[in-house]
């Protein structure tokens, strides 16, 4: 699946691309209206849960609400990743990012080695997901590729020099946490979340 936001010009930008395992609909389960669309890249199954449930849940099952909680936190790390590679990183190392991304992320449910995975991302979806012309993508696709570090190529993707790529991309994996959610802090205390308060008058 992907999340995509449509801008009125119609052109779109497309802010995450959700797998196996993955929450649908998370960011704004507690919102009036959605702020994006969700579009199926292949043939999927989903179940539905219903916000009622989901938070009588939470009332018996305080480890669901922190595992929901770590997803969600989760996913805005990404998306702060994704700001940061549109905004900083060039095209080539921008692609090189999000291809080690969506790997390691496959990794973790048995979809994906440090030789490859099956893709069914378009380079239309890609462009739209890295801020690039399907133009763009392909060149930048070849040029990864002539330099040995990945080929992607109906439908798979595949590492030449997985080492290589991490490094040219600078990818640090540890913004994807995958220990899970963190129930204590260091030392076996309670961790703690600092909530900013606006104030109003003087």
């Known amino acids: 699946m992907c999340s995509y936001k449509l801008l009125p010009g119609g052109t779109r930008q497309v802010v995450d691309v959700q797998i196996p395992g ?33 938070l009588e849940a939470f009332q018996t099952a305080p480890r669901l609400a922190a595992t929901l909680l770590w997803a969600a936190s989760r996913d805005e790390a990404m998306v702060v990743e994704h700001l940061v590679g549109i905004g900083r990183r060039d095209a080539k190392q921008r692609m090189a990012h999000f ?3 969506l790997g390691a992320r496959l990794k973790l449910v048995r979809l994906a ?31 990864l590729r002539e330099d040995g ?8 993707v595949t590492f030449g020099d ?18 899970g959610p963190l129930m204590t802090g260091p030392g076996g205390s309670p961790s703690a979340v600092q909530v900013l308060t606006a104030m109003t008058g003087p």
């Open 162 to 179: 997985f080492d290589g790529m991490v490094a040219f991309s600078e990818f640090d994996r540890q913004y994807l946490d995958h220990d």
């Open 22 to 54: 993955d929450f649908l609909g998370l960011r704004s389960v507690l919102f009036r209206t959605a702020g994006h669309n969700i579009e199926p890249i292949s043939r999927v199954q989903a179940s539905e849960v219903q916000v009622r449930d989901l």
């Open 113 to 143: 080695s440090n030789d490859g995975y099956n893709c069914q991302l378009t380079q239309y979806l890609l462009a739209d997901a890295l801020g690039l012309s399907a133009v763009h993508v392909n060149r930048v696709l070849r040029e």
């Open 149 to 156: 570090l990945v080929t992607f190529q109906q439908g798979k």
């Open 99 to 101: 291809l080690l991304e």
